[in-house]
């Protein structure tokens, strides 16, 4: 058994591993120290409570056995899942941290002594109002990533789901959570607090359900933001700086990526959290006026020729190139590209992909290295200077509309000038609109030559035609 | 008058909010994949939590109502913690440079 002054100073040390964990990331190079970082403040905080409660009975035997099967689940979870399904995987461990947090604040709540917060019924007022919160918001990052989760999986629809009176639900619900945390000062009754929980569980489910999937970046990054705080509020109980610190932490980090995302986007984060956008995508643009428009559409042959032509060519890959796994056959392509001594280089949008990074990790996952990939910011002059731009999977991010018509509901956010290029190739299923469900422009350009194919497949025909 | 403990606590939380937002602004956006999913790992440090109603419950009772929450609890952050950890390693080992693979 170690003394509380001495725990506090090494859960101190495994909060400051944690920032230099997130410190790491700063370059690729420092990254993997920086998990290892992450990992060695876990172990500390980990053995330290161990140490610090000093109970060595069957108890300790049964943590173990717990701590060993959560382990296993999660080390086979993390080398099976594919680099494709990184989104959903990244929901689905939010919903277990909130998850977590709420059975903490529950058993704080039955056992206070346990946890030194007084006697059953007679909680210290600010420890009650702490756990309150860290349940209520814990609550929220379950069924709200549970419902990210869904989403994302494809197992529930990603069009937004709204209903009148939604926003004002929403608030009712809101008040009616702090209105309830109140009484349950007063009365210290453990119906309420059980209340507490289950609206906080709907007002999860009812803040995610209107999002429509071109916002998951931004819902992802804000469930990563909750479950920071949750973790905070149960620390603040439970008075543990290393939990006080990592909450903020992470908390902080989330709301910075739905700040980026939201930018990204031009939208405001207001906006998203109210949803309802890009609702009925497909529905009202299969007008007539697309086929008034000539298309120019092409084979892989073609776009072999083109790009074997071109001294530079810049790749723009998007959530399509995911879905059909084509970062494989798109590194082939330009593997071959590169022999015919042709400069090729990545342009990824903040947004591309479902995910903060989403398409960086794919590519990374195929062998392109790094130092090719360029952030929009870094990349988009030169596309003036390059000859072919070939998009793959990818949509909105280079709807030039975005720049010039102030009615197009995407104006303003920025883009990528992928129709400066000499000449594009847009490899895309159909001409249906993207999930901001507007028209792209692009593909009526004289110098667009469509590529109706799936990714995966018209790529790995590129390949075939380089030869 | 003695300053309320709880106002430390604050206190850290808050300047580790100012830390937070200047470490994560320096994080290259190409690895904020690997941010979410290691900020996810190092939140499950809330197992610390798990574990105290886990072992500091009442000792003749193993499982009371309080400690099975904590057990379950302590399931759910380790799943975190080890597949956080291990999927953001997993990630930060293709990350590559053209050098390496260029001998």
């Known amino acids: 058994m170690i003394s509380s002054n001495l725990s506090a100073i090494f859960y101190l040390v495994s909060g400051i591993l944690f920032i230099l964990a997130l410190r790491g990331l700063s370059s690729p190079d420092t990254s993997r120290q920086g998990n290892y970082f992450g990992i060695a403040g876990m172990i500390i905080a980990i053995v330290v409570t161990f140490l610090s409660i000093g109970n060595f009975s069957t108890s300790l035997v049964y943590v173990i056995i717990f701590l060993v099967i959560g382990g296993s689940i999660g080390a086979f979870i993390a080398f099976r899942i594919p680099m494709t399904a990184m989104p959903e995987l990244v929901a689905g461990f939010h919903s277990l941290v909130g998850l977590a947090a709420v059975f903490v604040a529950i058993a704080a709540f039955l056992n206070p002594d346990a946890f030194n917060l007084g006697l059953v019924g007679e909680i210290k007022l600010a420890s009650l109002i702490e756990m309150s919160i860290g349940a209520a918001v814990g609550a929220i990052t379950f069924s709200g990533s549970i419902i990210a989760f869904l989403k994302l999986r494809g197992i529930m629809s990603g069009s937004p789901i709204t209903f009148s009176g939604q926003h004002l639900l929403n608030l009712i619900l809101g008040i009616g959570i702090f209105v309830l945390i109140f009484y349950l000062c007063k009365t210290q009754a453990a119906n309420i607090f059980w209340a507490v929980i289950m609206i906080s569980f709907l007002v999860g489910v009812l803040l995610i359900i209107p999002i429509g999937g071109a916002d998951m970046p931004v819902v992802i990054s804000m469930l990563n933001s909750y479950s920071g705080w949750a973790a905070a509020g149960i620390g603040f109980t439970l008075e543990n700086t290393a939990l006080i610190i990592t909450g903020a932490l992470v908390g902080s980090s989330g709301a910075i990526l739905s700040y980026i995302m939201c930018k990204a986007m031009n939208r405001s984060f207001v906006s998203v959290i109210l949803g309802g956008f890009g609702a009925d995508s497909s529905k009202d643009d299969t007008k007539d006026k697309k086929d008034q428009k000539p298309v120019k559409s092409g084979n892989a042959e073609d776009a072999a020729f083109l790009m074997k032509n071109a001294s530079s060519v810049i790749i723009v890959p998007g959530y399509g190139m995911a879905v059909a796994q084509a970062q494989h056959a798109l590194r082939e392509m330009v593997d071959k590209l590169k022999k015919n001594d042709i400069k090729v280089t990545y342009a990824i949008h903040p947004v591309a992909g479902r995910m903060p990074g989403h398409m960086n990790v794919l590519l990374a996952e195929a062998n392109v290295p790094y130092d090719e990939v360029f952030e929009l910011e870094d990349i988009n002059n030169d596309f003036a200077n390059s000859d072919v731009a070939f998009v793959i999977g990818a949509n909105d991010v280079t709807n030039p509309v975005a720049k010039t018509d102030p009615k197009s509901p995407i104006f303003g956010m920025p883009v990528l000038d992928v129709e400066k290029c000499k000449s594009v190739l847009f490899v895309k299923r159909s001409l249906s609109p993207g999930y901001a469900g507007i028209d792209n422009e692009l593909f009526y350009k004289d110098n667009t030559l469509m590529l109706f194919a799936d990714a995966k497949k018209m790529t790995e025909d590129i390949v075939k035609n380089l030869d | ?103």
């Open chain 2, 1 to 103: 008058m003695e300053i309320d403990p709880f106002i430390f606590r604050l206190s850290i939380f808050i300047l580790s909010i100012f830390i937070g937002y200047y470490v994560v602004w320096s994080v290259t956006p190409s690895l904020h994949t690997p941010l979410m999913s290691v900020t996810n790992a190092i939140s499950s440090v809330i197992i610390v939590g798990a574990i105290i109603a886990a072992l500091a419950g009442y000792s003749e009772n193993v499982f009371n109502s309080s400690s099975i929450f904590g057990y379950i609890a302590i399931v759910l952050a380790a799943v975190n913690i080890f597949g956080g950890f291990l999927v953001t390693q997993r990630m930060l080992q293709m990350y590559k440079k053209k050098k390496d693979k260029k001998k």
